[in-house]
């Protein structure tokens, strides 16, 4: 678990600013992934990410980039931040020799005022 | 589209009684699906997978085509045992999780 980690773990912001929420893993695994976690909606995904340069909409895209221009690194950035976005964000990664197993990082609580 | 659904947003049980949280599926293709557990505060574990047949804590899950369901049980709850659940299903190829919207349980004394 020590091999994901997520910056900041808290963050508080305002509306219509610009917020980035970085994922770093210490491995080489290939999949990485974003979700929200809200009550009464789980954990949504956001975007995800085969490998380095390649990266796909999840569930909840609107409102949020991504990029991956080193496979240890996926930042997630609010480019002009919502109240509706405020939230418990998650990163996950995965192997892509394992059929299925995801390991979350720790989360990012997201306040947006 | 897929879909999971898991009826109990709270379950609450006395220790040493029978838990059982309930998950429910819609996948027009073969499921593969995962039971995730959260501690408070914590993040997201694995807790078992069907494909596996484990049990893990004392917990097992049986997936049941017929009814589309894959719900976990134990015997016996204990305190620790309080957490969120998520019942999870392994979509878009095998690299998409869609979850359910999370069970509570918690145990009382």
């Known amino acids: 678990d020590a091999g994901i980690t997520q910056s900041p773990r808290y963050k508080i912001t305002e509306t219509g600013r610009q917020v980035t929420l970085m994922c770093h893993q210490t491995?080489?695994?290939?999949?990485m992934f974003w979700y929200r976690q809200d009550l009464g909606h789980g954990l949504r995904l956001i975007y995800y990410s085969a490998a380095a340069d390649i990266t796909d909409k999840g569930e909840v895209p609107d409102g949020y980039v991504v990029s991956r221009s080193k496979t240890e690194n996926f930042p997630l950035t609010l480019e002009s931040a919502t109240r509706s976005q405020t939230s418990v964000y998650f990163c996950?990664?995965?192997?892509?020799?394992?059929?299925?197993?995801?390991?979350f990082g720790p989360g990012t609580r997201l306040t947006v005022l | 589209a897929q879909r999971v659904t898991q009826p109990e947003k709270l379950l609450s049980v006395f220790k040493g009684a029978p838990v059982e949280l309930k998950c429910n599926y819609s996948?027009?293709?073969?499921?593969?699906l995962f039971w995730y557990v959260q501690y408070s505060r914590q993040r997201l574990q694995l807790l078992l997978r069907?494909?596996s047949r484990e049990s893990i804590k004392g917990f097992t899950a049986d997936l049941n085509k017929g009814e589309t369901s894959f719900h976990l049980k134990k015997p016996f709850a204990q305190e620790e045992d309080s957490a969120m659940y998520y019942c999870a299903l392994l979509t878009g190829g095998g690299n998409k999780l869609t979850f359910g919207t999370g069970t509570q349980l918690k145990v009382e004394l």
């Open positions: 491995w080489s695994h290939s999949y």
């Open positions: 996948y027009s293709g073969s499921p593969e």
């Open positions: 069907h494909i």
């Open positions: 996950a990664l995965k192997d892509s020799l394992s059929t299925d197993t995801q390991y």
